[in-house]
């Protein structure tokens, strides 16, 4: 019998609810098609918390590029360039548009987005505490 179950008294048990499962097949892992579905929608859960964790990572990735280039003195970047370092545009922790500018924010690094360039980076707490 397959470790997968549990076992007491060699009844096999829903891997759910772990009431034992019914007379039937033998290789049965749940007591009902309630607990199948029950079962499989819990893992799916999961899987929003890897979305989370995918985002976190991806402006994590995006604020250790930006801080790079600050500490190499640099403030304004082709946008391609950028990308090529695999900085991902569309993930940002603010936004907002003032006239024609494109402002945006990683976590307490700001820079503005033209047509071809990021230009303007800097670190707004870095400024604040000059």
Known sequence: MSQKYQMEDRVPRCLFCGEPIPLGRPDRKFC??????????????VS?????????????????ILKHLLAMGITSIDRRTLRELHFNQEY?????????????????????????????????????LE
């Not at 009902?32 to 859960?45: M, P, Y």
């Not at 500018?101 to 987005?113: G, K, L, Q, S």
């Open 32 to 45: 009902s098609l309630e607990c199948k579905n029950a079962f499989h929608n819990s893992h799916r859960k």
């Open 48 to 64: 929003t918390n890897h979305y989370h964790d995918r985002v976190v990572r991806i402006l994590e990735n995006n604020y250790y």
């Open 92 to 128: 940002t922790t603010s936004y907002s548009k003032i006239g024609h500018r494109h402002h945006y924010t990683c976590f307490e690094i700001h820079y503005d987005i033209t047509p071809t360039r990021a230009i303007n980076i800097e670190n707004i707490l870095e400024n604040q």
